[in-house]
């Protein structure tokens, strides 16, 4: 499965993305998957999980404020964010726990 991440952008502290995640290859509705972040000078974080059935977890950091959600077709799986901040400014990438594999990243950058 090819992944794409897309929607990303620059936008002001307390605003809202929705990031999308577009598999190719293959539905997406069969595998559990992830979105991990990457802030310039530090470690890759994941920042949510959507199982199969649709079921999330979220970092501390974002919880609350972030929703994972996935289409019923399987095509894609997305990452609403409100009220965003500077410090989630990062690549936001999407990936496939398990296999390891992981989609292009889209850059989000939140103003202050």
Do not use: H
Request: with cysteine.
């Amino acid at each position: 499965v090819q992944l794409q991440a897309s929607g990303g952008g620059l936008v002001q502290a307390g605003g809202s993305l929705r990031l999308s995640c577009a598999g190719r290859g293959d539905t997406l509705s069969g595998y559990n998957m992830a979105w991990y972040r990457q802030a310039p000078g530090k470690q890759r974080e994941e920042v949510a999980t959507i199982s199969r059935e649709g079921y999330t977890t979220y970092a501390g950091s974002v919880k609350g404020r972030f929703t994972a959600s996935r289409d019923n077709a399987g095509t894609a799986v997305y990452l609403q964010m409100n009220n965003l901040k500077p410090e989630d400014t990062a690549v936001y990438l999407c990936m496939v726990p398990g296999y390891d594999w992981w989609g292009q990243g889209t850059l989000v950058t939140v103003s202050s």
